[in-house]
């Protein structure tokens, strides 16, 4: 599954487009602006699918710190500021990082 089955491509680019500079990424209007929270929780669900490179469940930070190359291979990484704000504003258990429900939240916040 890619991005583009959920969200649409010119949604993501405007996001993409918002964020470029270093230390720009918010995720709450990333998250507007992709169109990610008005989607359901399933269409959330197959977009943390995606996010989740290992499959293991969860969102670690290494595959946060990548977050915006899984809308587009050209996007940049996120600094270690963005990544560590992004990681605290989502992990809400305190285990380092973010489960499916956590996501859910984070992306409704």
Do not use: H, W
């Amino acid at each position: 599954m890619a991005m583009t089955d959920i969200l649409s491509a010119k949604d993501i680019e405007s996001a993409l487009s918002s964020c470029q500079a270093d230390d720009s990424f918010n995720y709450k209007s990333f998250f507007t602006m992709v169109g990610l929270s008005s989607k359901t929780p399933d269409q959330i669900k197959k977009v943390f699918g995606i996010l989740d490179q290992d499959k293991s469940g969860f969102i670690e930070e290494e595959e946060l710190q990548l977050f915006l190359k899984n809308f587009s291979s050209s996007a940049r990484a996120l600094t270690s500021a963005e990544t560590k704000a992004f990681l605290a504003a989502g992990d809400t258990d305190g285990d380092g990082k973010i489960g499916v429900e956590e996501f859910q939240s984070l992306v409704k916040a």
